[in-house]
């Protein structure tokens, strides 16, 4: 069933790894020159970059049985997670004072780490919920039930969240969006190819195994039951690239008015159930919620009570005993390619960060992060919105007065750097024999802290991340730019290397980020993060124009010989990476090196930028993982983070001395350039 319900959007994420140094002070400790090594000179820059750059490693890299790819991506890589289950070790296995974060975090990673425990347990767990199922009289009780176990984190066929009003981003209000699907996306339920078709068995599968564990009668019969209802609500579920049209996605309403079309939701009744009390509500997706109250009286409520069976189970499978997680594993795996599960310490590392993320997070600065990065990265952050606005001023397609709101929204963005200046904090009491019941009440304790925030002016202290997680994001809402502590690091950041690989990795990133504040969605938040038209209507259709340019470029690219990116689903994220490396470039050419032709290990300054950017990129993925990857995910996948924006950019070619007839080679004309 659907576990995940999408907050705030993270525009860009990449995972990396490391060694672990003796001391935080360690982790740059002398001057070193970072040397590009297994460069395929037999293939041309100019015919695919990516390969010229990783094709030694890419060949010689093996994806571990427990994981579903390799290299510096959006993949735990082990080196990293380790880091994290020394901190995990080292405060499980001491007594700290109850309450503080050692204790909080420790005890958790301990109780998780009961397997004998939790396996003796069983079904035992989940048997309460089940059985308030079984007591389901009539609609009302089933969506006071549904309502209830929202919070506790389980999103059966309501998926709240709270975020800025679009229209008005100094107030919180309450959303809803569409849910109720097990499937990675709606498409795959009507999917006719064999490798959907086999997604689909493999999911029906699960839900007969995990009903079979609980007792229920039928099992197959009943996971068919789930998976009608589920194609039923998947029908009225919008399209990926129909989610990307901000303003077709912002529907506010009365409360009052939804009671009366949607009775048999009862909305007022349910959010009150909810604690929320507000007079209007932002309907992402209605028609899922005018089918979803239609549905409740066209099918039988034993049949919606299997529909919730399922749903709860699958919501906690990963906390229940060791048959419920294999079930879920061989579900998973035909989606990944993943042919073993991963040992239980990083199992529980990604829970721990998952969960109680901002308490780990506490300890992971305070052992591993160098301060000196943080102030690096904010020099950084800050020359790359210089530069960004000279950028603006010197656009040949913008008129005078859009470029004044374009650089008034650059110069607002909220900048936060490695770690949140107030912590959050956890209001719950873990015990170390019970893991099951800490996870739920660790999901009830992120419940009533999101819901603190309804109707109140947005947290700007408040993280969407933890600190310990490599990853970036921009969030349009709140205009804000973040970079994590995990980020400051090898190969995207290196305190001590040159400004080329700095430039060429974290300056890609940082570059990104910005970006996004001016891709094809972020366009259209104003400098206060909300939606309205900030362009003259001339500006728009030409910047309309160019992310077509981009969309046509990218549906032309493949993956496994034949399988064509989805230029219309990743046309923010490549804007994004055709604008970053060009403000990267841009701002490394105002450092000495930049302005300087000294060669480092054979290569000139320019060069290692351009190998730095293929270096970030350096991944291997399964092809299962991929398949599904090009069909889910906004971003292109890492070869063509390097191949497409390179293809576009002069520089790289004058580098390089990319040359007509090479593969990648594009006429000047054709080089696409938004930002």
Same mark, same amino acid.
């Given at each position: 069933?659907?576990?995940?319900?999408?907050?705030?959007?993270?525009?860009?994420?990449?995972?990396?790894?490391?060694?672990?140094?003796?001391?935080?002070?360690?982790?740059?400790?002398?001057?070193?020159?970072?040397?590009?090594?297994?460069?395929?000179?037999?293939?041309? *820059?100019?015919?695919?970059?990516?390969?010229?750059?990783?094709?030694?490693?890419?060949?010689?890299?093996?994806?571990?049985?427990?994981?579903?790819?390799?290299?510096?991506?959006?993949?735990?890589?082990? *080196?990293?997670?380790?880091? !994290?289950?020394?901190?995990?070790?080292?405060?499980?296995?001491?007594?700290?004072?109850?309450?503080?974060?050692?204790?909080?975090?420790?005890?958790?990673?301990?109780?998780?780490?009961?397997?004998?425990?939790?396996?003796?347990?069983?079904?035992?767990?989940?048997? *309460?919920?089940?059985?308030?199922?079984?007591?389901?009289?009539?609609?009302?009780?089933?969506?006071?039930?549904?309502?209830?176990?929202?919070?506790?984190? /389980?999103?059966?066929?309501?998926?709240?969240?709270?975020?800025?009003?679009?229209?008005?981003?100094?107030?919180?209000?309450?959303?809803?969006?569409?849910?109720?699907?097990?499937?990675?996306?709606?498409?795959?339920?009507?999917?006719?190819?064999?490798?959907?078709?086999?997604?689909?068995?493999?999911?029906?599968?699960?839900?007969?195994?995990?009903?079979?564990?609980?007792?229920?009668?039928?099992?197959?019969?009943?996971?068919?039951?789930?998976?009608?209802?589920?194609?039923?609500?998947?029908?009225?579920?919008?399209?990926?690239? &129909?989610?990307?049209?901000?303003?077709?996605?912002?529907?506010?309403?009365?409360?009052? @008015?939804? /009671?009366?079309?949607?009775?048999?939701?009862?909305?007022?009744?349910?959010?009150?159930?909810?604690?929320?009390?507000?007079?209007?509500?932002?309907?992402?997706?209605?028609?899922?919620?005018?089918?979803?109250?239609?549905?409740?009286?066209?099918?039988?409520?034993?049949?919606?009570?299997?529909?919730?069976?399922?749903?709860?189970?699958?919501?906690?499978?990963?906390?229940?005993?060791?048959?419920?997680?294999?079930?879920?594993?061989?579900?998973?795996?035909?989606?990944?390619?993943?042919?073993?599960?991963?040992?239980?310490?990083?199992?529980?590392?990604?829970?721990?960060?998952?969960?109680?993320?901002?308490? !780990?997070?506490?300890?992971?600065?305070?052992?591993? =992060?160098?301060?000196?990065?943080?102030?690096?990265?904010?020099?950084?952050?800050?020359?790359?919105?210089?530069?960004? &606005?000279?950028?603006?001023?010197?656009?040949?397609?913008?008129?005078?007065?859009?470029?004044?709101?374009?650089?008034?929204?650059?110069?607002?963005?909220?900048?936060?750097?490695?770690?949140?200046?107030?912590?959050?904090?956890?209001?719950?009491?873990?015990?170390?024999?019970?893991?099951?019941?800490?996870?739920?009440?660790?999901?009830?304790?992120?419940?009533?802290? &999101?819901?603190?925030?309804?109707?109140?002016?947005?947290?700007?202290?408040?993280?969407?991340?933890?600190?310990?997680?490599?990853?970036?994001?921009?969030?349009?809402?709140?205009?804000?730019?973040?970079?994590?502590? @995990?980020?400051?690091?090898?190969?995207?950041?290196?305190?001590?290397?040159?400004?080329?690989?700095?430039?060429?990795?974290?300056?890609?990133?940082?570059?990104?980020?910005?970006?996004?504040?001016?891709?094809?969605?972020?366009?259209?938040?104003?400098?206060?993060?909300?939606?309205?038209?900030?362009?003259?209507? +001339?500006?728009?259709?030409?910047?309309?124009?160019?992310?077509?340019?981009?969309?046509?470029?990218?549906? +032309?690219?493949?993956?496994?010989?034949?399988?064509?990116?989805?230029?219309?689903?990743?046309? @923010?994220?490549?804007?994004?990476?055709?604008?970053?490396?060009?403000?990267?470039?841009?701002?490394?050419?105002?450092? &000495?090196?930049?302005? /300087?032709?000294?060669?480092?290990?054979?290569?000139?300054?320019?060069?290692?930028? =351009?190998?730095?950017?293929?270096?970030?990129?350096?991944?291997?993925?399964?092809?299962?993982?991929?398949?599904?990857?090009?069909?889910?995910?906004?971003?292109?996948?890492?070869?063509?983070?390097?191949?497409? *924006?390179?293809?576009?950019?002069?520089?790289?070619?004058?580098?390089?001395?990319?040359?007509?007839?090479?593969?990648?080679?594009?006429?000047?004309?054709?080089?696409?350039?938004?930002?």
């Amino acid at each position: 069933m659907n576990k995940l319900v999408f907050f705030p959007l993270l525009a860009f994420l990449i995972i990396s790894c490391k060694n672990e140094p003796s001391n935080k002070n360690e982790l740059q400790s002398e001057d070193k020159t970072v040397v590009f090594e297994g460069i395929s000179e037999g293939i041309k *820059p100019g015919d695919n970059f990516f390969d010229h750059v990783n094709k030694t490693w890419y060949d010689e890299a093996v994806i571990a049985e427990d994981q579903v790819g390799v290299g510096s991506y959006r993949f735990l890589n082990i *080196p990293q997670q380790e880091l !994290l289950q020394n901190i995990l070790d080292e405060v499980s296995s001491g007594n700290h004072a109850k309450g503080s974060i050692e204790q909080q975090v420790g005890d958790f990673y301990a109780s998780g780490m009961d397997t004998i425990g939790i396996d003796l347990r069983g079904v035992t767990p989940i048997l *309460p919920i089940l059985k308030r199922i079984d007591a389901i009289a009539n609609i009302p009780m089933m969506m006071v039930f549904v309502a209830e176990q929202i919070k506790s984190g /389980d999103y059966s066929m309501i998926a709240p969240y709270i975020s800025p009003d679009q229209k008005n981003s100094s107030i919180n209000i309450l959303h809803f969006t569409q849910t109720g699907l097990g499937l990675p996306d709606r498409d795959y339920y009507f999917g006719e190819d064999p490798s959907v078709k086999k997604i689909q068995e493999a999911y029906k599968t699960y839900l007969a195994t995990v009903f079979e564990l609980v007792g229920v009668a039928s099992a197959k019969q009943q996971a068919n039951t789930v998976y009608a209802i589920e194609k039923q609500l998947a029908e009225s579920h919008k399209t990926r690239l &129909e989610r990307r049209v901000v303003k077709e996605n912002y529907h506010k309403l009365s409360v009052s @008015g939804l /009671d009366k079309t949607q009775s048999n939701i009862g909305w007022k009744t349910m959010l009150k159930n909810l604690g929320a009390e507000v007079d209007s509500v932002d309907v992402g997706q209605p028609a899922y919620y005018e089918t979803l109250n239609s549905m409740l009286t066209s099918i039988p409520l034993k049949d919606w009570k299997v529909f919730l069976k399922a749903n709860s189970i699958g919501s906690h499978d990963n906390i229940l005993s060791t048959p419920f997680q294999d079930a879920a594993f061989e579900y998973s795996k035909v989606l990944s390619g993943q042919t073993q599960q991963q040992p239980r310490k990083l199992q529980m590392t990604r829970n721990v960060d998952q969960q109680i993320g901002f308490a !780990l997070g506490q300890l992971y600065v305070k052992r591993y =992060f160098n301060e000196d990065a943080k102030k690096r990265a904010l020099d950084l952050v800050n020359n790359f919105q210089k530069t960004l &606005e000279k950028r603006i001023e010197q656009l040949d397609w913008m008129s005078d007065s859009t470029k004044l709101k374009a650089k008034d929204k650059l110069y607002a963005i909220n900048k936060k750097i490695g770690y949140p200046d107030v912590w959050r904090t956890y209001d719950v009491e873990i015990d170390r024999e019970k893991f099951f019941e800490n996870v739920v009440a660790l999901r009830q304790d992120e419940y009533q802290y &999101e819901l603190a925030d309804l109707n109140k002016a947005p947290n700007r202290d408040q993280w969407h991340t933890t600190p310990s997680t490599v990853t970036a994001y921009y969030n349009p809402s709140l205009n804000e730019i973040v970079f994590p502590a @995990g980020i400051l690091q090898s190969p995207y950041f290196d305190l001590y290397a040159d400004d080329a690989v700095n430039y060429g990795g974290i300056g890609m990133v940082i570059g990104h980020e910005f970006t996004h504040a001016f891709d094809d969605q972020g366009a259209q938040y104003d400098k206060n993060g909300n939606v309205s038209n900030w362009w003259t209507e +001339d500006d728009y259709t030409k910047f309309k124009a160019k992310t077509q340019q981009i969309i046509d470029q990218y549906s +032309d690219f493949t993956v496994l010989d034949s399988v064509h990116l989805k230029g219309a689903l990743t046309v @923010g994220e490549n804007t994004a990476d055709n604008g970053g490396i060009a403000i990267a470039y841009d701002a490394f050419k105002l450092t &000495e090196q930049g302005q /300087d032709t000294t060669k480092i290990g054979g290569f000139t300054p320019d060069q290692r930028f =351009f190998l730095s950017i293929a270096r970030i990129w350096r991944v291997k993925m399964r092809d299962e993982f991929l398949r599904n990857y090009v069909a889910t995910d906004p971003h292109s996948p890492p070869m063509w983070r390097v191949n497409g *924006p390179l293809m576009n950019f002069t520089p790289f070619y004058e580098a390089f001395e990319v040359k007509n007839g090479e593969n990648n080679f594009k006429p000047e004309s054709e080089r696409i350039k938004i930002w």
